[in-house]
């Protein structure tokens, strides 16, 4: 993040802040496991924040993966402009203000109160460009083809045994992820005795982001309970001979016996998905584009003469979440913690929301600033974990309305298009949840919006990843102290001011853009 500064002082210079306590016992502050945008965003921000980051990858650098994600929600969008990040990644695709379900539902997202009103449609490797070179220019270490072998954890770090290949860093930032959130990829370390064999990395915190098959959550033991909800899912780029409505569409055959998916990227591909319930087989089940192109003709009425499939594929969804995201001083986030369905386009989107809330904590505990460092550890799982259970239940909400086949469930999921569409509340609550617009952590910790203050808006005071106290001026032109029951210190605060001068209260905004309860 850069360090733009504020009235009543200036942001820290992350650069020339040595980490707290790092001695040659350990080799990086936090070792992130996994290269997909979970990854790249936490690692990018805790390097801006003047740490030492090493990230490994299994896949060797440049190696391209299905990309499976492709929507970007308002709130997502949000953090992105928060790390001056959104406008270039706005441009490498198109938007889109409504969403419509099941031929008779209609959701606007023009509504939204906030600067981007609407889904981005763009290729999960744009994402990751953008956020690999942030995190690159900040200094992050990254070592491809390696995998994790094993992890031990004691009181003062976590020891990390890596397996992988000799050879320099050889990046270019070209690859993909398949999964939702840059799943099953962890990176490589250079040995310095030129064999392949193991070798360790000492590091204070270590974080699994290397999804659905987590070597991390593996080697902690822990359970990741749930089950496949839909098998056989055909997903394609294409081209279409007709120009279909710029809607985001999902549609289900009368019979309920197959869905498709349609969304525009802007640039002539099309992202098209389809299920089939009387073909469930395999994912390596061999997939032509006639199969896509029936399933479109039930489900949507014609197939848009679909043609020159870039890449097609074949694939399952299962819903599962690890009981925890912390074991001590090892973390999960995005695949690795959580999985589920891809209708709502939940998966990269929720992935990189476990990235800004869990970036900021950590660099709070390890830079020396929080008041009660394991409280705000701790933090992660109260606000994360039953956000990642809603983002279960709401995509295979949408999912099982789409399998929707006996006339009872068809019933029902016309009752509650119905219900959705014609009660403004209902449709509201839904819209922010999907936006993630509507999404807070309770009582004292709400998302703030890109507030107008005198110093300039919020989302740009935030790119210096630092706390902001939002204060009125006092007549004397003194400021106001940070109380003492705020989360951190006042180490790297950054202080301003209401535009209104009528405005009386004071708030406190996290890096990640939610209040701070005081």
Do not use: C
């Not at 009235?7 to 040595?18: K, Q």
């Not at 839909?230 to 120009?243: C, F, G, K, Y």
Request: hydrophobic share 40%; proline share 5%.
């Amino acid at each position: 993040m850069s360090t733009t500064g504020t009235t009543h002082g200036t942001a820290t210079n992350h650069d020339a802040t040595p980490s707290p306590d790092l001695t040659p016992a350990h080799d990086t502050d936090v070792l992130v496991v996994g290269a997909g945008p979970t990854g790249l965003l936490l690692a990018g921000d805790l390097a801006a924040a003047g740490l030492k980051v090493t990230v490994v990858e299994r896949r060797p650098a440049g190696r391209s993966n299905l990309t499976r994600a492709f929507a970007v929600h308002a709130r997502t969008l949000e953090q992105l402009d928060a790390r001056g990040l959104a406008d270039e990644l706005l441009a490498t695709g198109t938007t889109i203000t409504s969403l419509r379900l099941f031929g008779q539902l209609s959701l606007s997202l023009s509504g939204l109160q906030t600067r981007f009103p609407f889904l981005l449609i763009t290729p999960q490797y744009e994402v990751e460009h953008l956020l690999e070179r942030r995190a690159r220019s900040a200094g992050v270490d990254f070592r491809y083809g390696t995998e994790l072998h094993a992890l031990r954890q004691d009181a003062d770090g976590v020891t990390a045994e890596l397996t992988g290949h000799d050879g320099a860093d050889e990046a270019d930032g070209s690859h993909a992820a398949d999964g939702t959130d840059g799943t099953d990829r962890t990176d490589r370390t250079d040995r310095t005795d030129g064999t392949d064999g193991p070798v360790t990395v000492r590091a204070r915190y270590l974080v699994g982001t290397d999804g659905v098959r987590s070597a991390v959550r593996t080697a902690l033991g822990l359970p990741f309970p749930g089950a496949s909800v839909i098998r056989s899912i055909v997903l394609a780029d294409v081209r279409l001979d007709e120009e279909p409505d710029k809607l985001l569409t999902v549609a289900a055959s009368p019979s309920g016996d197959a869905f498709a998916f349609l969304a525009p990227f802007g640039d002539g591909w099309y992202r098209v998905m389809g299920w089939d319930r009387r073909r469930q087989v395999a994912d390596d089940e061999p997939v032509e584009l006639d199969e896509l192109r029936n399933i479109a003709r039930r489900a949507l009425g014609r197939d848009y003469g679909m043609r020159d499939a870039r890449w097609i594929s074949r694939f399952h969804s299962d819903e599962r979440q690890a009981p925890a995201y912390r074991a001590g001083r090892v973390f999960l986030a995005g695949d690795a913690a959580h999985v589920h369905s891809p209708a709502g386009g939940q998966g990269m989107n929720t992935g990189l929301q476990d990235a800004a809330n869990l970036s900021w904590r950590l660099a709070a505990v390890l830079r020396g600033t929080a008041r009660d460092p394991e409280a705000v550890l701790d933090g992660y799982q109260t606000e994360r974990h039953p956000i990642g259970a809603r983002v279960l239940r709401t995509s295979g909400a949408i999912v099982r309305l789409a399998m929707a086949h006996t006339p009872l469930q068809r019933f029902g999921r016309n009752l509650a298009t119905r219900v959705i569409g014609s009660v403004r509340p209902v449709a509201d609550r839904a819209i922010g949840q999907i936006s993630g617009i509507g999404i807070g952590y309770g009582p004292g910790t709400r998302r703030v919006p890109d507030l107008k203050l005198r110093e300039g808006r919020l989302h740009e005071l935030l790119r210096a990843g630092e706390f902001v106290l939002v204060t009125p001026e006092d007549s004397d032109g003194a400021t106001p102290a940070l109380p003492g029951t705020a989360p951190v210190t006042d180490g790297g605060l950054i202080r301003a001011t209401w535009a209104n001068p009528a405005r009386r209260d004071t708030l406190l905004v996290r890096p990640d853009g939610y209040t701070a309860a005081l």
